[in-house]
């Protein structure tokens, strides 16, 4: 029962921390969702940060599953959007990481370490999976320019949302993880070889507006 209570905990404090975010989202709240009271919350986590270190734990967990080697030395096009499919589930999963970063980073140090540790991982990811492409003649890069395009890739599955919301426009979980996919995707059309180029237009229409 206690395990229980730890788990439900976690996943009402990710769907409040997710819609609300984590700075304004207080331990009396996830009480109220969880219909318990503060003291049977504080058994289990002493602290707001003892949550949000555990969610930290788990997001780095489904990480490492999200950005293991590709299974082929030479991944193709398929691999690449099972990739990118799941790459989109784990940062809607836990998108509160990806806004508010730099007060979660200030007052979290685990949601820092987290954040760094698979951001450099998701650059190394993406450059693993062009390589493959383009050793599968799919796409040509510039000489040089693949760790470039690689870094801005996981720029853009970072950073959009962040992005969308300075710019005034919020959107759903799902569209942003539309609106991702289509700009990746984007920019990698005009790297796409002319045999794999309809590949690509079928890839996109998966993500059409």
Known sequence: MARDTRKRILVASLLLFNEQGAPRTTINEIADELDISPGN????????????DALAAEFQADARSVLRPPDDEYPGLDDFWLFLHELLELTGVYRFMLTDTEVLTDEYPAVGRALRHFAKALQGSFELYLHG???SG????APGELGNVAKVLAVIALLSGRFDTMTGEI?????????V???ILG???????????????????????
């Open 171 to 179: 959107k759903e979980a799902d569209d942003a993880a539309i609106g």
């Open 181 to 183: 996919a289509r700009t």
């Open 41 to 52: 919350l504080n058994y289990h986590f002493r602290r707001k940060a003892d949550i949000v």
């Open 138 to 141: 799919l796409i040509v890069c």
């Open 187 to 209: 920019v990698l059309k005009p790297l796409a070889t002319e045999a794999a180029a309809r590949q690509f237009e079928y890839l996109a229409t998966h993500y059409s507006e």
């Open 133 to 135: 492409l383009e050793e």
